[in-house]
């Protein structure tokens, strides 16, 4: 019987999980199965208990129980730990171990699919909820020469900024205190594109260096609303998440199965051209 796998999530029928998984597993020849699975959003801890007592082996957790992810995980890896959530469950044989690959995967897609160098470099992130905190340790990891959190409760930016302050050069600013401020890289971190398409009171115009590329954590088939008004407002390039996305379960692959796939044929696969 081949080990079974799973994307956990409400909703969770969109998941592109199962597909790259898939993929992964045939591509590694390893013997699998990926589904997916709904919990209620008041009983995820049971839902995966319930998938490990059938023999269940990891987890994918996706929106939005990655807090409750982080609760349930008897043991944690140094990134969950800094992250405070878990989007990734191993499980251990008597225990879910949990882990975030999140910012492992922004890592790789920025640096490897992109080309884009973080040491050195200006960094400029739109929100300070969980998918900031998810990507902002392995981010300073890379020694930027500094991070700008910008978000509209002020109040949240300044926690996130004081909790990885240990980390590197990272400080809050207000929207309005940027001053003229030019970032190589800005990133989209909140869900405001997906209702607000000018992101009145966080995205600010005239952040954007020359040759800056914007990111946006979101991914879609289309342009999205954080690309456009970038692209309108001075960034030299737009990319969105399916490349973290896709890098992110290669990590999740890595912890469960001990090899790294090639995540380069996923992309074709993902967004045909």
Known sequence: MPD?????GNPVAHSKSPLIHAAFARATGQA???????APLDGFAAAAKRF???????????APFKLDAFALATEKSARARSAGACNTLAWRGSHW?????????LIHDLMHNLGVAISGRDVLIFGAGGAARG?????????????????????KADELAAHFAAHGNIAATPTGALG????????NATSIGLQDTDGAGVWAAGV??????????????????????????????????????????????????????????????????
């Open 97 to 105: 171990f949990g882990d975030n690959t999140d910012g492992a995967g």
């Open 4 to 8: 079974r796998y799973a994307v956990i």
């Open 180 to 187: 003229g401020g030019r970032f190589d890289i800005v990133i």
């Open 52 to 62: 490990a007592s059938e023999g269940g082996m990891g987890l994918n957790v996706t």
């Open 208 to 273: 954007f260096a020359p040759g800056a590329l914007a990111y946006d954590l979101v991914y879609a088939d289309a342009p999205t609303p954080f690309a456009r008004w970038a692209s309108a407002n001075g960034a030299a390039r737009t990319a969105d998440g399916l490349g973290m996305l896709i890098e992110q379960a290669a990590e999740s692959f890595l912890l469960w199965r001990g090899v790294r796939p090639d995540s380069r044929p996923l992309f074709p696969l993902l967004r045909p051209v």
């Open 135 to 155: 990507i902002l340790g392995p981010l300073l990891a890379e020694t930027p020469r500094r991070v700008v959190v910008v978000n509209r409760t002020q109040s």
């Open 32 to 38: 699998m199965s990926y589904e997916r699975l709904l």
